[in-house]
């Protein structure tokens, strides 16, 4: 089984930046696709982006130019840097990992963006 946990969530002004970090054990030899999801209060979780096993990344067009995705392969890890945040860029941000067995979900990182 895959463990997910999220990390670098607080509090940005508009146009700051912050990095979140999803930190993966356990099978990650069986991870496909790892995805950045963000759900703002009141409305429903959406895809922000992500990285296949492969490397291939891919965002979605409300953060494109902003929100970039990387890995690091050494740690186990998927980055979601953001940067000239908005305020309503205001989420819970999870990780989201589909595998060989299915889709594991991280328990989320709050990220606020207010002056």
């Known amino acids: 089984q895959v463990q997910l946990v999220e990390s670098g969530g607080g509090l940005v002004q508009p146009g700051g930046s912050l990095r979140l970090s999803c930190a993966a054990s356990?099978?990650?030899?069986?991870?496909?696709?790892t995805g950045w999801y963000r759900q703002a209060p009141g409305k429903e979780r959406e895809l922000v982006g992500g990285?296949?096993?492969?490397?291939?990344?891919t965002h979605t067009d409300s953060v494109k130019g902003r929100f970039t995705i990387s890995r690091d392969n050494a740690e186990n890890t998927v980055y979601l840097q953001m940067n000239s945040l908005k305020p309503e860029d205001t989420a819970v941000y999870y990780c989201?990992?589909?595998?060989?067995?299915?889709?594991?979900w991280g328990k989320g990182t709050l990220v606020t963006v207010s002056s």
């Open positions: 990285i296949t096993g492969g490397g291939t990344i």
């Open positions: 356990g099978s990650i030899f069986s991870i496909n696709f």
């Open positions: 989201n990992a589909q595998t060989s067995r299915g889709m594991v």
